[in-house]
């Protein structure tokens, strides 16, 4: 490309990332997930693109599919993956406005993962027609990802099956926007204790301490961190008690945990299934629920990674790997599924998650370009 058509691209891509950030979508606001969701399809609406809206109830927005397929041509494709909710409740633009200092430009949303969704949008848009590519694109994108997509689960995986790559938009990692290739597993466990209530002064020998209990399980939980074997578990919420002269009857902990692989998440579970209650009249229920399977990085992956990476220097960049993330997305779904999944092709930038979100402007054109010839090219 010119160095004029870079950058009326680049301002262009700039424009329409400023617009999307300007509208608040916080995961938890059906309204303006609606909202954001009318928006994305009004930079459509003058394409050859098909689009279809997959409706999940009154609490969330609708997954939009967005796609360059043939009628009647039902091949496997390459699925584009993206979601169009933030963390950030409505009112951060307010303190936090969508601004530029020098090359990094700010806003709730920009990096994780607006910008990643504008620059794949971008490039289909211009691959509109079945003939431009050679496998058809679908590109999805779902309203409760940072929620852990839990009305959206069932449909991903329905679209990843009939995939043949899947791709993913979240953020490029920090230092050289490497691409991401194996993401750990990760889910929740909780522990809850259920033991007697009485006056904390007059009968406190007849009272069973439910907060007692459930700190032996803290501790017990916080010690099956292992990072040689890349597991962390980390106690993250506690609840109970009413008021401190009442024995408590009740209390609950919630703990994250990440594990790299199946085996160790069935070795975690395995562990935390044998917690037992350490006061004998007080009883104890122990949840483990495994979120998002680990992301593994196959031979199938490996070779996708290469093919992508020639895609890379022909927009005029080297396409770098990142080491395995604690972060999940969308991305394990896919790849547990089998199929082989490249993460992390969004934009590049810093801060997901902060009000320190942004991304560097200087990289949008290339990054863009890079989906242009992945969309094009890969079959
Ligand atoms: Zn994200």
Same mark, same amino acid.
């Given at each position: 490309?010119?160095?004029?058509?870079? %950058?009326?691209?680049?301002?262009?891509?700039?424009?329409?990332?400023?617009?999307?950030?300007?509208?608040?979508?916080?995961?938890?606001?059906?309204?303006?997930?609606?909202?954001?969701?009318?928006?994305?399809?009004?930079?459509?609406?003058?394409?050859?693109?098909?689009?279809?809206?997959?409706?999940?109830?009154?609490?969330?927005?609708?997954?939009?599919?967005?796609?360059?397929?043939? %009628?009647?041509?039902?091949?496997?494709?390459?699925?584009?993956?993206?979601?169009?909710?933030?963390?950030?409740?409505?009112?951060?633009?307010?303190?936090?406005?969508?601004?530029?200092?020098?090359?990094?430009?700010?806003?709730?949303?920009?990096?994780?993962?607006?910008?990643?969704?504008?620059? *794949?949008?971008?490039?289909?848009?211009?691959?509109?027609?079945?003939?431009?590519?050679?496998?058809?694109?679908?590109?999805?994108?779902?309203?409760?990802?940072?929620?852990?997509?839990?009305?959206?689960?069932?449909?991903?995986?329905?679209?990843?099956?009939?995939?043949?790559?899947?791709?993913?938009?979240?953020?490029?990692?920090?230092?050289?926007?490497?691409?991401?290739?194996?993401?750990?597993?990760?889910?929740?466990?909780?522990?809850?204790?259920?033991?007697?209530?009485?006056?904390?002064?007059?009968?406190?020998?007849?009272?069973?301490?439910?907060?007692?209990?459930?700190?032996?399980?803290?501790? *017990?939980?916080?010690?099956?961190?292992?990072?040689?074997?890349?597991?962390?578990?980390?106690?993250?919420?506690?609840?109970?008690?009413?008021?401190?002269?009442?024995?408590?009857?009740?209390?609950?902990?919630?703990?994250?945990?990440?594990?790299?692989?199946?085996?160790? *998440?069935?070795?975690?579970?395995?562990?935390?299934?044998?917690?037992?209650?350490?006061?004998?009249?007080?009883?104890?229920?122990?949840?483990?629920?495994?979120?998002?399977?680990?992301?593994?990085?196959?031979?199938?992956?490996?070779?996708?990674?290469?093919?992508?990476?020639?895609?890379?220097?022909?927009?005029?960049?080297?396409?770098?790997?990142?080491?395995?993330?604690?972060?999940?997305?969308?991305?394990?779904?896919?790849?547990?599924?089998?199929?082989?999944?490249?993460?992390?092709?969004?934009?590049?930038?810093?801060?997901?998650?902060?009000?320190?979100?942004?991304?560097?402007?200087?990289?949008?054109?290339?990054?863009?370009?890079?989906?242009?010839?992945?969309?094009?090219?890969?079959?």
């Amino acid at each position: 490309m010119t160095q004029n058509a870079t %950058s009326d691209l680049t301002e262009t891509l700039r424009k329409q990332i400023i617009r999307w950030v300007e509208l608040e979508s916080p995961s938890h606001d059906s309204a303006s997930l609606r909202q954001m969701a009318e928006l994305i399809l009004s930079e459509i609406k003058d394409s050859a693109l098909q689009v279809e809206q997959i409706d999940l109830g009154p609490e969330t927005g609708p997954i939009l599919h967005i796609h360059n397929r043939a %009628s009647g041509d039902d091949r496997a494709g390459i699925l584009v993956l993206g979601h169009y909710d933030t963390v950030h409740p409505i009112g951060t633009l307010e303190q936090n406005p969508c601004r530029q200092e020098g090359d990094q430009l700010f806003g709730p949303g920009i990096y994780d993962m607006k910008s990643g969704v504008v620059l *794949a949008l971008s490039a289909l848009k211009e691959l509109a027609k079945p003939e431009d590519t050679q496998l058809p694109i679908d590109l999805v994108l779902v309203p409760d990802e940072e929620t852990g997509s839990h009305y959206s689960r069932d449909h991903i995986e329905a679209f990843a099956k009939k995939s043949v790559y899947t791709l993913v938009c979240e953020p490029a990692r920090v230092e050289e926007g490497r691409c991401v290739t194996a993401r750990k597993g990760t889910g929740a466990i909780f522990v809850t204790a259920h033991g007697r209530p009485s006056h904390a002064g007059i009968h406190h020998e007849k009272g069973r301490n439910a907060i007692e209990e459930i700190a032996h399980h803290v501790l *017990a939980l916080e010690k099956l961190t292992d990072y040689e074997k890349g597991i962390t578990v980390s106690v993250g919420v506690i609840k109970g008690g009413t008021t401190s002269n009442v024995v408590p009857a009740w209390c609950q902990i919630k703990a994250d945990f990440r594990v790299p692989n199946a085996e160790m *998440a069935d070795y975690l579970e395995q562990q935390v299934k044998q917690l037992t209650n350490i006061n004998p009249d007080i009883r104890i229920e122990v949840e483990f629920k495994l979120n998002r399977p680990a992301m593994d990085r196959t031979e199938a992956t490996a070779a996708l990674l290469a093919r992508c990476q020639d895609y890379a220097l022909q927009a005029g960049f080297e396409l770098k790997e990142a080491p395995m993330t604690g972060g999940a997305s969308d991305a394990n779904f896919t790849a547990a599924l089998g199929i082989p999944t490249l993460d992390g092709l969004g934009a590049d930038g810093n801060g997901a998650h902060t009000l320190k979100e942004h991304i560097l402007v200087s990289t949008l054109a290339q990054r863009r370009q890079f989906w242009v010839h992945t969309l094009a090219q890969l079959d």
